[in-house]
Structure formats: C-alpha cells, structure tokens
C-alpha cells in the first residue's frame, strides 16, 4: 500500500519549453502532496504543498509562476516548469499523505535536464 | 522555523561495523521519520517515532526518539554494503502545519565490502 508514481522518470528539454510532471496516488487518496527540489548528495528542498481543490502554498523564494501546480483530484498532483532554464535542471520528487498525516509516501523522482 | 540538525553528512565505513546517526532539534516535533534513499530514486520510509523514549528497530536498525521529541538517532550494526545510502531524518513540526515535514542535511552512508 501507499504507492506513489511519477512521470515522466526522467526528462529532457530545450531552454525556453515548458516540462509537465505528473504525481499519481496509486492506491490511496491524497489530500495532499508536496513537491521537493533535490541536488546531488543533498537533501530534499521543499517548494510547495499542493492540497486537492486549492491553490497550491509555495515556500519562500520559489516562483509560483514558474512552477505551477495543480491538484485536480485525490490521487493527481501536476508541477509544470515554464519557461525551462537550465538551472532548473534537478531531480524533483513529490510525496503524499495517507490517512497518517505525518507520514510521506514518496514517488520515485523525475530527472528534468534543461540543454 | 524548527531546524534538525543531522550529523555526520558523509560516512564510509568497513562491512562490519557499527554506526550511529544523529538528528538534533532545539525544538519539539510530534514525531520524526527515517528514509533511505538510493539515487535516482525517492526515499523510501524506514520508522515513524511518536512517543518520547520510543525504541524501534528493525532487523540491524535501531531508531530511538529522544524522551524531550527534540532528538532522534539510528543505529546500525554490521553494517552491510547493502545499506549504503542516504539516511535522511523528517520531524513533523508540533502543530502539524498540514503534513509538512522538516528534513535534516542527510547521511550519505557508503559501507565498503
């Protein structure tokens, strides 16, 4: 139980494209997820809680106009990159929660590069 | 902010032996998670302390949540190039702003055969 997906794995795109995310709740329903930032041999970042029905509450210093989020049912989180740059190249990663709302569920990360 | 201080960030040890990593906190958390990650891959939960002075273990990991919830530690005996990784500590802040966790640096832990 408690499996989350992400798609694409991994994906590569031009500088200036936008890049859509896509996190599922296989078998559970999730109120809410989080969407993390991670670079190499570090930890998470998180950038924003996505909440079903809601807009999305982003963390300091992160462009909500650059990294849109959508949570249009219980078991779908999108993180679209607008406007890709190639900093924005990283491992993005999001999580949801079960009934235990203190326990993340994690999905297996999708590796965006920006050429 | 609450902050978890996590120590040591880089280990590398011989198959065989013992380590402890450390998540330290001024602050109290309602509780604290455990993740291994490998790379390329999301973390994967390993515990989920709740109660101060709360032992678990789990085969050759012992999780141990400090009595004040301000501290947490994970021990690993014989250690095995199978548990290399990064270890990372999550602390639930005490009011529960709506699941969000709060993650230490992280132990890259490579165990060498």
């Known amino acids: 139980g408690a499996v989350v997906s992400q798609h694409p794995s991994w994906v590569i795109c031009k500088s200036g494209t936008s890049v859509k995310i896509e996190c599922r709740s296989l078998?559970?329903?999730?109120?809410?997820m989080f969407w993390y930032r991670q670079f190499p041999k570090q930890s998470l970042m998180l950038m924003a809680t996505?909440?079903?029905?809601?807009?999305?509450?982003?963390e300091q210093g992160v462009e909500k106009d650059k990294f849109l989020i959508n949570h249009a049912s219980l078991t779908l989180s999108t993180l679209t990159v607008t406007s890709a740059h190639p900093e924005d190249s990283s491992f993005y990663i999001c999580?949801?929660?079960?009934?235990?709302?203190?326990?993340?569920?994690f999905g297996p990360g999708t590796r965006l590069t920006v050429t | 902010t609450q902050l978890l201080e996590q120590s040591p960030q880089f280990l590398s040890i011989q198959e065989g032996e013992n380590l402890t990593v450390y998540c330290n906190s001024s602050?109290?958390?309602?509780?604290l998670q455990w993740y291994r990650q490998e790379p390329g891959e999301g973390p994967v939960l390993l515990v989920t302390?709740?109660?101060?002075?709360e032992v678990k273990k789990l085969k050759r990991l012992t999780f141990q949540f400090g009595d004040a919830r301000k501290d947490s530690s994970l021990h690993i005996t014989a250690a095995q190039p199978g548990d290399t990784g990064l270890y990372l500590c999550?602390?639930?802040?005490?009011?529960?702003?709506?699941?969000?966790?709060?993650f230490g640096q992280g132990t890259e832990l490579s165990v060498k055969p």
């Open positions: 602050s109290v958390f309602s509780s």
């Open positions: 078998d559970f329903q999730a109120t809410t």
């Open positions: 999550a602390g639930a802040e005490r009011d529960n702003q709506g699941g969000k966790l709060i």
């Open positions: 996505s909440n079903e029905g809601s807009k999305a509450t982003y």
């Open positions: 999580s949801a929660i079960t009934g235990r709302t203190y326990e993340q569920y």
């Open positions: 302390v709740v109660t101060g002075g």
